[in-house]
């Protein structure tokens, strides 16, 4: 995997139901990865009991109102946007160019078209040659942000509406790949 990557995994209040770092490892993801939490999370130690240094605290308090939240509310929900948002600056500080942020909860990575795109199930075997990929795909795509679809988006199976096409008709959500050179907003909780 590049040294010029990284994964950020985003969690809030789930120290103890981190999934997603040992999913990566057991689907051959070799590469860099931190676990996200922000300052006003009531269980950061616990965070930097169980991974240590591969924890980064962002400074959730200091962002309130610093972006259009899309809302009338005036408390700070446990919404992903400030950790998103944060992802950027989070990735320049580590010193790299492309960045993955996911969700705390991942429990696998398949694929559910095979090369002849044909509907199925394989479990990744190798996320650094899947997200090596990836990055050429984003690197020459021109977008600011690719994601991997998620299992909600095959609901049916191969019958299925979802299950009819390549292209997913779903919002993103799970994972991002961002580039610190690609930078935008995101807006609204």
């Known amino acids: 995997m590049t040294e010029d990557f990284a994964i950020l995994i985003h969690s809030h209040g789930r120290a103890d139901s981190v999934t997603t770092p040992r999913t990566l490892r057991e689907c051959g993801y070799t590469g860099k990865y931190v676990v996200v939490v922000d300052d006003m999370d009531e269980h950061v130690d616990e965070y930097v009991e169980k991974f240590g240094k591969k924890v980064v605290v962002f400074p959730k308090s200091k962002m309130e109102g610093t972006f259009d939240a ?24 580590l010193g790299v160019k492309y960045f993955m942020f996911m969700d705390d909860d991942m429990t696998d990575f398949i694929y559910r078209f095979d090369d002849e795109l044909m509907y199925g199930f394989e479990h990744a075997g190798s996320l650094d040659e899947i997200l ?29 509406t979802f299950g009819q096409s390549v292209f997913t008709k779903r919002m993103c959500m799970g994972t991002w790949l961002c580039s610190t ?9």
């Open 70 to 93: 899309g809302d009338n509310f005036t408390d700070t929900p446990p919404t992903q946007i400030y950790a998103c948002i944060a992802s950027f600056d989070i990735a320049r500080e």
């Open 132 to 160: 090596e990929a990836l990055l050429e795909f984003y690197e020459v795509s021109g977008a600011k942000a690719v994601a991997f679809s998620q299992n909600g988006h095959f609901i049916g199976g191969q019958h299925g």
């Open 181 to 189: 050179e690609r930078n935008f907003d995101f807006v609204s909780r």
